[in-house]
């Protein structure tokens, strides 16, 4: 499906009364800190500062909601699992996440940002298991494969894709060498516009 992502940023949301109006249809991103997302999220869209990107992790503290069609959205989730982040910070986070998950009835589809050379952690499988008990399908993609060498980053994908359900597929990804990037937004647009014929 060809749909063209004409991105602008809508909102921000620290607390879940200020999530936008629950219409239309959403994809969620979300990762580990330092995994990749913003990048990943970036390419997806075309737009190189759409999501900001950071040396410093953590940096993504609310979720960011962005217009990418007529009542379709791409949404930012805070990246998670970095130590230095206060536990007062990752308690607010985790409740801001479970609200969205429990919550949004626009939510069609999830992404997870997992770093091909550091594998799959709790917090990603917490992200996979909030989005099967929300009844929303899910694709991880595996940043940074331009890290590894060919053969590597292969038999990374075949170790990981073993470890995940059967319905969650695992793409190679690299903004960079924009390895992965038509699959994985071929992934978003079906999800964003599968009830439509744009």
Do not use: C
Request: net charge positive; charged share 25%.
């Amino acid at each position: 499906m060809s749909v063209s992502l004409n991105a602008s940023f809508l909102t921000s949301a620290g607390d879940p009364k200020q999530f936008p109006a629950d219409s239309g249809r959403e994809v969620a991103v979300a990762g580990r800190s330092k995994s990749g997302k913003s990048t990943a999220i970036n390419a997806l869209v075309g737009r190189r500062g759409l999501a900001r990107t950071g040396k410093t992790p953590g940096r993504t503290q609310l979720i960011n909601f962005f217009q990418v069609g007529e009542d379709r959205r791409l949404v930012d989730l805070p990246g998670y699992g970095y130590a230095k982040v206060p536990d007062s910070m990752r308690t607010h986070w985790r409740h801001l996440l479970e609200a969205y998950f429990r919550r949004r009835q626009s939510l069609v589809g999830l992404l997870v940002t997992v770093d091909i050379r550091r594998g799959l952690r709790e917090l990603d499988w917490v992200m996979l298991d909030w989005a099967r008990n929300s009844d929303v399908p899910a694709a991880v993609l595996l940043t940074k494969a331009d890290k590894l060498s060919r053969g590597a980053s292969r038999s990374r994908h075949l170790k990981l894709s073993g470890e995940l359900p059967d319905a969650v597929d695992a793409l190679l990804f690299s903004a960079p060498k924009r390895l992965g990037v038509d699959e994985a937004r071929r992934h978003l647009t079906g999800w964003l516009w599968s009830d439509s014929t744009a």
